[in-house]
């Protein structure tokens, strides 16, 4: 059976870092596609960057919301089975839910409904 774990959520000031994890097990393996969304209360949840397969070559295999590039970065453990979210210079807009999905794709889709596995999430709180 199919798990997301996340973990690493928690409070920071404005301009702090996180580092959110993802542990999946069970039929989630290195073929798929994960990426992290995120959701406010009473607001859609959106895409904030995904991580495609390396299975078939070498590419660039990220993807970032605007918001998020040049402050968030994504990493993969394929040998662990582990999806990383790097945040820094963390803004107050930034709180959120923070959910990890996979994908049955090799490259990651930009439709949320295409992710048919999410964690519990993982809660991010940044005050001013």
């Known amino acids: 059976q199919a798990q997301l774990v996340e973990s690493g959520g928690g409070s920071v000031q404005a301009g702090g870092s996180l580092r959110l994890s993802c542990e999946a097990s069970?039929?989630?393996?290195?073929?798929?596609?994960m990426g992290w969304f995120r959701q406010t209360p009473g607001k859609a949840r959106e895409l904030v960057s995904t991580v495609d397969s390396d299975v078939r070559g070498s590419y660039d295999t990220t993807y970032y919301t605007d918001s998020v590039k040049g402050r968030f970065t994504s990493s993969r453990d394929n040998a662990k089975n582990i999806l990383y979210l790097q945040m820094n210079s963390l803004k107050p807009d930034d709180t959120a839910m923070y959910y990890c999905?996979?994908?049955?794709?090799?490259?990651?889709?930009?439709?949320?409904?295409?992710?048919?596995?999410w964690g519990q999430g993982t809660q991010v709180t940044v005050s001013a």
């Open positions: 999905a996979a994908a049955a794709f090799l490259s990651c889709p930009r439709d949320q409904a295409l992710y048919g596995y």
């Open positions: 069970g039929d989630i393996e290195r073929t798929f596609c």
